[in-house]
């Protein structure tokens, strides 16, 4: 009867977590993502939280070229 293999498998690695968007000084809509990202994570809800995350890192601001 042979026994089993009881060696633990290798640790998983995982990717570091990126620093969150900083919102842009002046903009309202940034400040008001920054706050519900901010009131989200406090309760526990990470999925609105990124959701804000990736709607500040969209947003538009005036750095982009203007024709």
């Given at each position: 009867?042979?026994?089993?293999?009881?060696?633990?498998?290798?640790?998983?690695?995982?990717?570091?977590?990126?620093?969150?968007?900083?919102?842009?000084?002046?903009?309202?809509?940034?400040?008001?993502?920054?706050?519900q990202r901010?009131?989200?994570?406090?309760?526990?809800?990470?999925?609105?939280?990124?959701?804000?995350?990736?709607?500040?890192?969209?947003?538009?601001?005036?750095?982009?070229?203007?024709?």
């Open positions: 009867m042979t026994t089993p293999d009881t060696t633990m498998d290798p640790p998983a690695h995982l990717m570091s977590v990126p620093e969150p968007p900083k919102p842009v000084e002046g903009c309202d809509v940034c400040q008001v993502l920054d706050a901010r009131e989200a994570g406090g309760r526990g809800d990470y999925s609105a939280a990124t959701d804000a995350n990736v709607e500040i890192r969209r947003h538009p601001h005036a750095t982009r070229k203007r024709r």
